[in-house]
Nanobody, 124 residues
């Protein structure tokens, strides 16, 4: 099993920046892909960004392309999400996810482990 713990979520004004971090523990040697999803109230959980083990494959949702940057440090078992030019529509609980395969899927079924989430709120 792999345990994921997110941090960094808070209230921020529109146009601001925020950096989320996720630390993995447990059988981290089994991890390959890592990613971020988010879920706004009343909406389904949606893919935000994903990164393969060697960072050769990186995908973003269209809604965050050019504003968010995902990165990982395999030595520290962490994945981060740098969020710039935040908008009120970015308000959601952000979840870290890890996969046993290096295929970055946009569906929640492609991921094997999940964190508990961290709240990001963007005010106008």
């Amino acid at each position: 099993q792999v345990q994921l713990v997110e941090s960094g979520g808070r209230l921020v004004q529109a146009g601001g920046t925020l950096r989320l971090s996720c630390t993995a523990s447990g059988r981290t040697f089994t991890m390959r892909g890592m990613g971020w999803f988010r879920q706004a109230p009343g909406k389904e959980r949606e893919f935000v960004a994903g990164i393969s083990w060697g960072a050769r494959t990186i995908y973003y949702a269209d809604s965050v392309q050019g504003r968010f940057t995902i990165s990982r440090d395999n030595a520290k078992n962490t994945v981060s999400l740098q969020m710039n030019t935040l908008k009120p529509d970015d308000t959601a609980v952000y979840y870290c996810a890890a996969s046993l395969t290096d295929t970055i899927g946009r569906g929640i079924g492609s991921w094997d482990f999940w964190g508990q989430g961290t709240q990001v709120s963007v005010s106008t």
